[in-house]
C-alpha cells in the first residue's frame, strides 16, 4: 500500500469516525429523514446499512483467505434509539477486534480482484476508514451538519480510492492520457490510463489533465457527495468526464 497511515492508524481512524456516526445518529431530530445524498435511504436505513455492514466485515476478516464474504447471523437492529447506539457500538467494536486479531498482513476475501491494493486485512481497515467516513458525512449532512473529512482520513482517502476503487488491467477505451490529482494539502497523484488498463503511478513532466480539490472534496467527489464540477480542472476535461463513465469489464 502506498499510504504513510499504518495499522493502528487505520484502526484508531475506523473508531473515531464510527463514534462520529453514532454522534450524528443520537443527536438526528428524525430517524425517517431522508439522507440527501442517498436519496433511496433514511437515517435509519443508513444506520443499518453501517451497523449491519460491519458485522459482516467482522467475520469476514476472522474467516481469512475465504473464497466470499462472510454471511453470519447478525443481531438485528433495534428500533429504540439508545439501544441502536448500542448495537452500532458494539459492530464497530467486533469489526475492530476481528482486524487486532487479524493483523495487517493476513490474506481476506476483500472484494476487489483487479487493482493494486492487496488481498489483505490491511487493505480491508484501510477501505473500512472510507466507507465508514463517507457515511458518516451522509449522517450529518442529513441533521444538516456536514463536516470535510479529517485531514488523515481524506488524504489517505485519495490514494485509496485511486489504487482500489479505479485501478484496472482492464483497457482503456479512449487514447493514453495521463491525470493529475493535487490536494491542495500538498500531495498529488498520477493516474495513467492505456491499453494496459489504470494505475497509479509517479509525478513527472506534464499530465494531459490536472484536478485541483482539497482531499476531502475528492474524495467527497469520487463517491458521488459533492457536484461533478467542484473541483478545478485544468487542460483536456474530456478524460475527467470519460473517467466518471467508464465501466471497466
Not at 67 to 92: C, F, G, I, N, Y
Not at 128 to 143: C, F, K, R, W
Not at 161 to 169: A, G, I, Q, R, Y
Amino acid at each position: 500500500m502506498h499510504n504513510a497511515l499504518g495499522f493502528s492508524d487505520l484502526l484508531r481512524l475506523i473508531d473515531e469516525r464510527s463514534t462520529a456516526f453514532r454522534a450524528a445518529i443520537s443527536s438526528a431530530p428524525s430517524l425517517d429523514a431522508q439522507v440527501p445524498s442517498c436519496p433511496e435511504w433514511t437515517l435509519r436505513d443508513l444506520a443499518h446499512h453501517i451497523g449491519n455492514g460491519r458485522y459482516v466485515w467482522a467475520a469476514t476478516v476472522a474467516a481469512g483467505p475465504a473464497s466470499a464474504k462472510a454471511t453470519p447471523d447478525v443481531p438485528p437492529m433495534p428500533e429504540d434509539r439508545e439501544a441502536l447506539v448500542a448495537w452500532l457500538a458494539d459492530a464497530a467494536q467486533q469489526l475492530l477486534d476481528a482486524l487486532r486479531e487479524a493483523g495487517p498482513d493476513r490474506e481476506c476475501w476483500v472484494g476487489w480482484t483487479d487493482s493494486q491494493s492487496p488481498r489483505t486485512t490491511g487493505a480491508v481497515a484501510r477501505h473500512q476508514v472510507q466507507e465508514i467516513a463517507v457515511h458518516t458525512y451522509d449522517a450529518q449532512l442529513t441533521i444538516g451538519d456536514p463536516r470535510p473529512l479529517p485531514d488523515d482520513v481524506a488524504l489517505d482517502g485519495v490514494d485509496e480510492f485511486l489504487l482500489t476503487c479505479v485501478s484496472t488491467t482492464s483497457a482503456w477505451p479512449h487514447e493514453p492520457t495521463t491525470v493529475d490529482y493535487h490536494a491542495t494539502e500538498g500531495r498529488s497523484w498520477r493516474f495513467r490510463l492505456s491499453q494496459d488498463g489504470a494505475r497509479i503511478g509517479h509525478v513527472d513532466g506534464e499530465a494531459d489533465t490536472s484536478i485541483t480539490a482539497t482531499a476531502s472534496d475528492f474524495v467527497l467527489w469520487f463517491y458521488g457527495r459533492i457536484a461533478p464540477d467542484a473541483p478545478k480542472v485544468e487542460g483536456d476535461a474530456r478524460f475527467v468526464d470519460r473517467i466518471i463513465a467508464w465501466e471497466p469489464a
